[in-house]
């Protein structure tokens, strides 16, 4: 299962997700696909941020957030309703069977 963790914000409030795997590769799930499956209201808009960086901005049911690809890293980070975007987001995350929730 790929692992990803909610790490604490530098406000202290505004947690997000972290996620611990390759998502690069050819066979790496997309979190882009996995959110169209199990997340209700799922749509989102992507943009290249220069120098290689990929940005989602995204809408579902529960509210906003971005999905952020940095070459090495990925992210989710909630624009509104932060916990009940985050709450929306590990459960499809979960529901789907490729993810795992690990202690941050």
């Not at 943009?47 to 809408?59: N, R």
């Amino acid at each position: 299962m790929i692992q990803f963790a909610v790490r604490k914000g530098r406000d202290g409030n505004s947690d997000f997700l972290e996620f611990l795997y390759s998502h690069r590769e050819e066979d790496a799930p997309r979190l882009e696909s996995v959110f169209q499956l199990y997340l209700p209201g799922f749509r989102g808009t992507r943009t290249w941020m220069p120098p290689d960086d990929l940005h989602w901005e995204c809408t579902c049911d529960r509210g906003t957030f971005i999905i952020w690809d940095e070459w090495g890293e990925l992210y989710l980070v909630p624009k509104s309703q932060h916990e009940k975007v985050l709450k929306a987001a590990i459960d499809a995350l979960v529901t789907s069977g490729l993810f795992e929730l690990i202690p941050g």
